[in-house]
């Protein structure tokens, strides 16, 4: 059963910088997508980022949101995302979520294969 783990979720205060990271036990091939989704209580689960990796490296991909405070990147392995959170506001306080599909970037949760159980980041003062 393919497995996404993920982990460095926390309590930060506004301004803060949190790292996640997530790795996955699915099968590796020429192209893959790994990306984070969050959720907030009461509101619908949204792109946060994503990385489309094949063997040339990984292409990022940001929510309008974040772009400029979070960074994603992928390991050598190819099988591990990272997502560094900097300048950390309370509207960021949700339940990160990792994911994975083969092939292109998607912005929309459905069409994502595997998820990860969640991790909780909270931005507060």
């Known amino acids: 059963q393919v497995q996404l783990v993920e982990s460095g979720g926390g309590s930060v205060r506004p301004g803060d910088s949190l790292r996640l990271s997530c790795a996955t036990s699915?099968?590796?091939?020429?192209?893959?997508?790994m990306g984070w989704f969050r959720q907030a209580p009461g509101k619908e689960r949204e792109f946060v980022a994503a990385?489309?990796?094949?063997?040339?490296?990984?292409?990022?991909y940001y929510a309008d949101s974040v772009q400029g405070r979070f960074t994603i990147s992928s390991g050598n392995a190819r099988n591990t995302v990272y997502l560094q959170m900097n300048s950390l506001k309370p509207e960021d306080t949700a339940v990160y979520y990792c994911?994975?599909?083969?092939?292109?970037?998607?912005?929309?949760?459905?069409?994502?294969?595997?998820w990860g159980q969640g991790t909780q980041v909270t931005v507060s003062s």
């Open positions: 699915a099968r590796i091939e020429n192209s893959h997508t």
């Open positions: 994911a994975f599909k083969y092939r292109g970037v998607s912005y929309y949760p459905a069409d994502y294969t595997y």
């Open positions: 990385t489309h990796i094949s063997w040339s490296g990984g292409t990022p």
